[in-house]
C-alpha cells in the first residue's frame, strides 16, 4: 500500500494517514477471538486452537503396498501354492505364510504373518489349475525382505502431532481428523458481523420502480455477501434514514446482540447529514476517518466497548465507516476488513497475497494518492517478457460510483502518486482479491499485445514498483500477418523483450516501454514507427519480420521512407553475424537509420536472429543512442582525440596494415 501519510496528502488540513498506518492500526485492534469446540464439519476454513496428537497409529497392521503376493523374500523365484487371500478388512487372520508357500494380499491389505516382502502382480504368473487343485502362482523375480510393505505407523505414528495450533483447516485436514477418530475440534470462531446501510435516498433492492433522487441500495448486499464469502456470520441491520436519533438506536441494538464488527457504509462524509463519525466518536474511540488513498479516502475506523448484560460479556467491536460509492466500499472491504476477520480468526498472516504482474495498458497515476486500480490477474506462459509471469488487464474506467470496474476483478494494482505514465509491460504489485483460477485466460494473447504507449506521453523514467532506471525507451514491433491475424503466435517479440531487458545494464539502462503487432502493410508499419518516433518520442526502435524477398516483406520500403540519415555500419555488423549461423541472411533487406532524436532499426523476424543481431551491435548501441541524444563527448572507451593523436601518412599506414606491419588505429571514431 502506497501513501506517506502526511496531513496534506489530499490536500485537506484534516489528520489523514497513509493505507499503511491504516492497516497497521486496524491489526494492532484486532484480537484473536475466543476458541469454541465445533463438530468436524463445521471445522472446515477456521484456524485449530490446539495441537492433535494421532491416537493410534497409521497403518495399524503391516500393510501391502500394491495388489501382489506375500511371500517369504529368501524363497526366490519359483513356483508357490497360494494358501490364503488377504484383502482389507479380516482376510488372512490366523494364516501363517511359512517358506515355501505364499498369499495374495490387495493394495491396503494386512500382511499375513511369516510373510516379509510382497511382490506385485506384474512379477508374477498364475499357473493354470484346475477346479479340484489349489491355487499356484509362479513368481518371477527375486525381492528383498521389506519391499513394498508398509509397517505399523509408517504414515502417522501413535502420540505424533498430526496437526498444530494456528494451522488452517482445510479438506485435507479434515481427512487427517476423520482417519484419527476426532469428530470435535477446538477452533478459534469467525467473527459475526453486522450490515448497515445509511442515506435517504436508498431503497431495497426490490423496489421496481425509482422515484426521482432515489437510488438501489447496492452496498449492503454486497457486504453480506463479502462477508459470507469469508465464512462469517452476519447481521442485516437493512437501511437507516439520514436520521441521527434513529441511527443511534439501530446501532446500540446492535452493539448488544453481540456482534464483532460492525459494517456502515455512507454517512462518513463531511455533509451534514452524515451521523455516523460522530455517532461512534459518542460510542467509542475512533483511530482515524481519512486515508490517503484511491478510492476510499473517507474511511473511519472507531473501537467500541460494550457494557455487559444478562446475554454478552464485555465485548471489543470494531467498527468501519465505509464510504457510499460502491466502489470505495469494496475495495476498503478488502484492504481493512478482510485482515480484520483473519486477525479475529487466529490466522497467523492476516495479509492478503501480493503479486508482480506486469500490466497489459498503460496506466496514468494520480498525483497525490495512491491508488488501488482494479484489475484482472491471469497467468501466462509468456508475460511479454519471454518468460512465464501474472498480467493484469485494467477493467477500464475507475471512478469509485462504477461498480462495473470491480465486476471480475480479481486483483487491485497498488500505483504510486506521481502523477506519470507508467508504461504498458511494466511489473506493479498486485494484492490478490479473489480466486485467479476463475478467470477466463483465453481472452488475452500469448504474446501480449502491450500496445502502444498513451498518445503524447513520454514513458520514460516511470517511478514504480520495480527497481532500475530507464534511460533509453525502447519499443518492439512484430511485422507479420499470421500473428497480427490471430493465426500464430508472436515468438519474435517476447524473445527480443528478454533480449533487451536482459542487457538493460549494457544498453546504458535500456528498457522495452511499449510492444505491438502489425500486419505486413507498409502504411500501418509507417503509422506506428511514426507515432513512436514523433509524439512518444521513443529512443531505440525494433522492427521484427518483413525484410526478404516475398511481395509482402515491405517492412525495409516503410522505414526508408521515413528515416532521414541511415545507419550502413549497424545493417553490416547484424549481416556478419548473422552469415555465421546460415548463408541465407544475405537475403535480409533490412534498413536502419535515424528519424528526429530516434534509432530505428530493421531485424529478421526469427527469434534466434534477433538475439543474434542484438548480441553483435551491443558493443557499440548504447554510444549510438547517447550521440543521437545529442552527446558529441560520446566515445570510445579507448578514443584519442584527433588533435592528440600521431600524424599518420594515409598510403603508409594502407600498406603497414596490409603487409602485417601495423596495428589498429585508436581512434575508433568515423573520419
Known amino acids: 500500500m502506497g501513501g506517506n501519510g502526511n496531513g496534506d496528502c489530499c490536500g485537506s488540513q484534516e489528520k489523514i494517514i497513509s493505507a499503511e498506518e491504516a492497516l497497521q492500526k486496524v491489526l ?37 503396498v500394491k495388489d501382489g503376493y506375500a511371500v517369504v523374500a529368501s524363497d526366490g523365484p519359483g513356483e508357490y501354492p497360494v494358501i490364503t487371500e488377504s484383502r482389507a478388512g479380516n482376510d488372512g487372520i490366523g494364516v501363517i505364510v511359512t517358506p515355501g508357500t505364499v498369499a495374495y494380499v490387495t493394495t491396503g491389505g494386512p500382511i499375513p504373518d511369516g510373510a516379509d516382502a510382497v511382490v506385485q502382480v506384474e512379477d508374477t504368473e498364475e499357473v493354470n489349475h484346475t477346479a479340484a487343485e489349489s491355487k499356484r502362482v509362479k513368481i518371477l523375480v527375486q525381492t528383498n525382505k521389506g519391499v513394498d510393505i508398509r509397517p505399523v505407523g509408517y504414515d502417522i505414528e501413535k502420540d505424533a502431532i498430526i496437526l498444530k495450533s494456528g494451522e488452517r483447516i482445510g479438506a485435507s485436514e479434515i481427512g487427517l481428523l476423520a482417519t484419527s477418530g476426532i469428530m470435535m475440534v477446538k477452533v478459534y470462531r469467525t467473527p459475526t458481523i453486522a450490515v448497515l446501510s445509511t442515506g435517504d435516498e436508498l431503497v431495497e433492492p426490490t423496489t421496481q420502480c425509482l422515484d426521482r433522487g432515489q437510488i438501489r441500495d447496492s452496498n449492503r448486499a454486497m457486504l453480506l455477501a463479502a462477508a459470507m464469502q469469508q465464512h462469517c456470520k452476519f447481521i442485516d441491520l437493512g437501511i437507516v434514514r439520514d436520521d441521527e436519533e434513529e441511527l443511534e438506536k439501530t446501532l446500540d441494538n446492535a452493539f ?40 476510499g479516502k473517507p474511511l473511519t475506523f472507531a473501537e467500541i466497548n460494550t457494557k455487559p448484560t444478562d446475554d454478552v460479556m464485555v465485548n471489543k467491536i470494531l467498527a468501519f465507516g465505509l464510504p457510499g460509492n460502491p466502489v470505495s466500499c469494496i475495495v476498503c472491504f478488502h484492504l481493512y476488513i478482510v485482515p480484520a476477520i483473519r486477525r479475529l480468526s487466529g490466522w497467523a498472516n492476516p495479509h492478503l497475497l501480493r503479486v508482480l504482474a506486469r500490466i497489459c495498458q498503460p496506466l496514468k497515476t494520480d498525483r497525490v494518492r495512491p491508488e488501488f486500480h482494479r484489475a484482472i490477474l491471469r497467468w501466462k506462459a509468456n508475460d511479454g517478457s519471454g518468460s512465464s509471469g501474472f ?106 523483450v528478454s533480449v533487451v531487458n536482459s542487457s538493460s545494464e549494457k544498453l546504458g539502462g535500456a528498457k522495452v516501454v511499449a510492444t505491438d503487432v502489425v500486419p505486413d502493410d507498409a502504411g500501418k508499419i509507417k503509422e506506428v514507427l511514426r507515432r513512436w518516433s514523433d509524439i512518444d518520442k521513443m529512443d531505440l526502435i525494433l522492427t521484427l519480420g518483413g525484410t526478404g524477398f516475398t511481395p509482402r516483406d515491405v517492412t525495409p520500403e516503410a522505414t526508408k521512407e521515413l528515416i532521414e540519415r541511415e545507419t550502413p555500419g549497424l545493417l553490416y555488423v547484424m549481416m556478419q553475424e548473422s552469415l555465421k549461423v546460415t548463408p541465407f541472411a544475405m537475403l535480409s533487406r533490412s534498413a536502419a537509420g535515424i528519424r528526429g532524436s530516434t534509432l530505428i532499426i530493421n531485424m529478421p523476424g526469427n527469434p534466434n536472429a534477433v538475439a543474434e543481431c542484438m548480441e553483435a551491435l551491443l558493443p557499440a548501441l548504447k554510444h549510438a543512442l547517447k550521440q543521437i541524444k545529442g552527446d558529441k563527448r560520446e566515445k570510445h572507451p579507448r578514443h584519442v582525440p584527433h588533435s592528440q593523436a600521431v600524424p599518420v601518412d594515409t598510403w603508409e599506414h594502407s600498406y603497414k596494415m596490409s603487409s602485417g606491419g601495423g596495428t589498429e588505429p585508436s581512434c575508433s571514431c568515423s573520419h
Open 391 to 496: 498480467v493484469a488487464e485494467s477493467t477500464g474506467h475507475q471512478m469509485s460510483s462504477r461498480l462495473l470496474s470491480m465486476k471480475s476483478a480479481n486483483a487491485l494494482l497498488e500505483l504510486p502518486a506521481t502523477g506519470s505514465v507508467i508504461s504498458a509491460g511494466t511489473l506493479v504489485s498486485a494484492i490478490v482479491i479473489s480466486d485467479i483460477s476463475s478467470t477466463d485466460n483465453s481472452k488475452i494473447d500469448t504474446s501480449l499485445a502491450l500496445g502502444s504507449t498513451l498518445q503524447g506521453s513520454k514513458p520514460k523514467e516511470v517511478t514504480t514498483g520495480c527497481s532500475g532506471y530507464t534511460e533509453f525507451s525502447v519499443a518492439i514491433l512484430t511485422v507479420s500477418d499470421t500473428v497480427a491475424s490471430g493465426a500464430g503466435p508472436d515468438r519474435s517479440g517476447p524473445r527480443a
Open 28 to 64: 494492532s485492534v484486532a484480537q484473536r477471538l475466543p476458541p469454541v469446540t465445533v463438530p468436524l464439519y463445521e471445522a472446515l476454513g477456521k484456524v485449530l486452537a490446539e495441537d492433535i496428537r494421532a491416537p493410534d497409529p497409521l497403518p495399524p497392521y503391516p500393510a501391502s
Open 256 to 295: 448488544s446482540a453481540g456482534i464483532d464488527i460492525l459494517l456502515t457504509s455512507g454517512g462518513v462524509s463531511m455533509g451534514d447529514k452524515d451521523f455516523v463519525k460522530p455517532l461512534l466518536q459518542k460510542k467509542g474511540t475512533i483511530y482515524f476517518n481519512k486515508v490517503c488513498m484511491k478510492p
